[in-house]
């Protein structure tokens, strides 16, 4: 009789690839599993229909059986899949209820198809209610370098990657894919996600919101406002109503006002942009192309309109719905430096979507969204009516409930291998109020502390886990902290100081203001800052930074407010009164260019100045030594002063999206002049006289560069205005 070992090894398909095909296919409909007493690998209908004439998969798949059965196996969207059940441990350890896709990558080398397929897959309709929508395998058997890229350039999956030979070879490793499951998922920080959500899987607690607007945008055609503080999740539930609205056959467009393409540009052109969004959408829908309508400033207005009645008369869409993000970019009053025209901007580009609404019959609604509502409450800007005053009714987000925390935290920890206690979502709805942002940030911290976290069970976190590394989480949560005060600082400056006098202490001063001023106390209950039953604190490690650090916080960051930025932020200015005519001028671009890239750049990213060291220093030529080490532990202004002119231009061209409003949508004719320019640099190092052709072009590029420079104020100084001698 054989011994137990032997008859093990004969009934685990895991065990048995090298026995004879004929061998393995019985065994494979006949074995039981040895860990979990589980069914067949491959069920039975899936053997039959898709792996039997596949024997090179069959026998991968059925080496899956340490955690799951394989129920389905297809090539469908250019890919072969199969579809994995997980077994009861794999429930418990990894949370996983539905099925999970398992790629099979035969190729040599594997290339973004691959994520393409897999959420073509997942969004499939016979399929996705029936697939997790986090966890995916891929089992190769080319290239190991080039599936790792492929997983780490994924932000919505966790793609667990496992080679054929692996499989094949796994011997007696009965933890293999338990063990690569758990290092994968650990190294994703599921929790510290801190781009907008783009998908469902990951977004919690918004639901009702999200279908009130939806509801409003597509079946009453009204008009609505989203305003919450920075970081709490308007974007994503922004781009949750586009997926709600696109599934149902409406153009849902979501526009990004914080991009300089967009409040760097004039109303009229902003027109464009969104007919040209709107009809590139439409085309997809069967709509055909309109003939050229004049975007000028004279005929903006009526092609917009005419554009919105096309896509009307012609397409089987049903709606168009706009979704404009960070709104205050284009406001009166509040926009920043570079968009002070939106001061006149303002009326005649809502006065045009609002015309199209109503010409349309509501087929045109928006949606806007941001820190501020003034752009919808405010009646007047400069004793003008506002066209969306009253017509846009605001809604403010509020801070997640503790049922919400609970659902969230849970649903994340769960795909970890972590379980929280009950009493840790007290904690978290206590300590930050709501705030989900913050909530996860905590939990991730927790969460890197416990190292790498078993592969067979679930790791227990209590409330002393919490507090064991609160010190790393409130170092964790500073940045944040000041990002969700920046929107104070810069629109509501008493309702600052209020929160720092209350940060020291002075209690009843500031609740006896409050009572004489509603509407600051009101403003403090719908963003979440203060609760409404006593007026403390609703995240205690805002009263913290208040009460160390608000006030310096507020004196460097406030003259932000409408003017340049704060000196500290810009390159230092070169005394180009010692320079000669032709220098000088050059100079003076280079300078002007400089402050733009810092200026736009610093802007762009929040005034976070690692983000902006690295959009700079990954632009930046490798030759003759690597220029981007200049931005290592420098602030940006800094090291922007070491870069030649010649850095300056791919720097630009890199980051063109940021500053095609200043000098039109290509970068070849910036290029051009930027070299020309460039020029007087080569003077200037061999002190020899300027050709009269030379400098004729350095002239023609000056003016062209200056033109499009003085549109932004105090950039060209203008005190040159003849031409060099």
Request: contains cysteine.
């Amino acid at each position: 009789m054989a011994s137990l070992v032997e008859r093990l090894r004969l009934t685990c398909p895991a065990l048995c690839l090298q026995l004879p095909a004929s061998r393995r296919a019985t065994t494979l409909t006949s074995y039981e599993w040895l860990s979990g007493g589980g069914k067949m690998a491959i069920k039975k209908d899936a053997l039959h229909a898709f792996f039997q004439a596949r024997p090179e998969q069959e026998a991968l798949a059925a080496a899956l059986d340490e955690v799951f059965d394989v129920t389905y196996g297809s090539y469908q969207f250019g890919q072969a899949f199969w579809l994995c059940q997980p077994k009861p441990l794999a429930v418990e350890r990894f949370g996983l209820q539905r099925e999970v896709i398992a790629l099979y990558s035969p190729h040599g080398r594997a290339d973004v198809r691959l994520l393409t397929a897999l959420e073509n897959i997942s969004r499939a309709p016979e399929f996705r209610h029936r697939v997790e929508n986090v966890v995916a395998f891929v089992i190769y058997e080319g290239d190991k370098a080039s599936i790792e890229s492929l997983a780490g350039q994924s932000k919505d999956w966790v793609i667990v990657a496992l080679s054929a030979n692996e499989l094949k070879d796994k011997g007696g490793q009965i933890f293999l894919i338990r063990s690569r499951m758990a290092a994968t998922i650990g190294r994703f920080d599921l929790f510290g996600m801190s781009s907008p959500i783009k998908h469902d899987k990951y977004f919690y607690g918004r639901d009702m919101i999200v279908q009130e607007l939806v509801q409003r945008a597509l079946i009453r055609k009204e008009q609505s406002g989203l305003f919450g503080l920075r970081k709490t999740g308007k974007t994503s539930v922004l781009f949750a109503i586009q997926r709600r609205l696109s599934e149902k056959g409406a153009i849902a467009e979501y526009v990004d006002c914080q991009s300089p393409g967009i409040y760097g540009s004039r109303w009229w052109a902003v027109l464009e942009e969104l007919s040209r969004r709107m009809l590139e959408f439409a085309a997809k829908a069967g709509c055909p192309a309109p003939a050229e309508f004049s975007f000028d400033m004279a005929g903006a207005a009526n092609s917009f309109i005419r554009t919105v009645k096309w896509i009307h008369d012609k397409s089987e869409v049903g709606q168009i719905v706009l979704l404009l993000d960070e709104v205050e970019f284009i406001t009166p009053g509040i926009t920043n430096h570079l968009g002070q025209h939106w001061d006149d901007d303002h009326l005649p580009l809502w006065q045009t979507i609002r015309s199209a609404s109503q010409e349309t019959k509501g087929f045109l609604t928006f949606c806007v969204a941001g820190v501020n509502p003034s752009s919808v409450e405010q009646s007047h800007f400069n004793q003008v009516p506002n066209p969306i005053f009253q017509l846009a009714v605001p809604f403010y987000l509020d801070q997640l409930t503790r049922p919400n925390v609970r659902e969230m935290v849970r649903a994340i920890a769960k795909y970890a291998g972590a379980a929280l206690d009950e009493d840790c979502f007290d904690l978290l709805s206590e300590e930050y109020g709501g705030h989900p942002y913050l909530i996860r940030l905590a939990c991730s911290e927790v969460l890197r502390s416990l190292g790498e976290l078993p592969v067979d069970k679930k790791a227990k976190i209590s409330k002393a886990n919490f507090e064991s590394v609160k010190d790393k989480i409130a170092t964790r949560l500073a940045q944040p902290i000041k990002d969700i005060m920046l929107s104070l600082v810069w629109w509501y400056p008493d309702e600052y100081d209020l929160l720092c006098l209350l940060a020291d202490g002075d209690t009843a001063f500031v609740k006896e203001f409050l009572a004489s001023e509603p509407e600051k106390a009101s403003r403090f209950a719908r963003y979440g800052l203060l609760k409404a039953d006593n007026g403390s604190f609703a995240i205690k490690e805002l009263r913290t930074f208040l009460a160390r650090s608000g006030l310096e916080y507020k004196k460097a960051i406030s003259p932000f407010t409408r003017g340049d930025l704060p000196l500290e932020y810009l390159p230092i200015e070169p005394n180009i009164a010692d320079l000669a005519a032709l220098f000088e001028r050059r100079t003076e671009v280079e300078y002007a260019l400089r402050k733009l890239l810092i200026t736009v750049l610093e802007y762009r990213f929040a005034f976070d100045g690692a983000k902006v060291a690295n959009a700079i220093s990954e632009a930046l030529p490798k030759k003759n030594g690597d220029r981007a080490q200049l931005f290592i532990g420098r602030l940006p202004k800094d090291a922007v002063n070491e870069l030649y002119l010649s850095d300056l231009k791919p720097v630009f061209v890199k980051n063109w999206d940021n500053f095609s409003a200043y000098f039109g949508s290509k970068s070849d004719r910036f290029e051009m002049n930027l070299d020309t320019i460039n020029i007087a640099r080569r003077y200037e190092a061999h002190t020899k006289p300027v050709s009269a052709k030379d400098l004729d072009d350095f002239q023609n590029s000056y003016s062209w560069l200056t033109t499009r420079l003085s549109k932004v104020p105090g950039l060209i100084s203008g005190s040159m205005s003849a031409k060099p001698s």
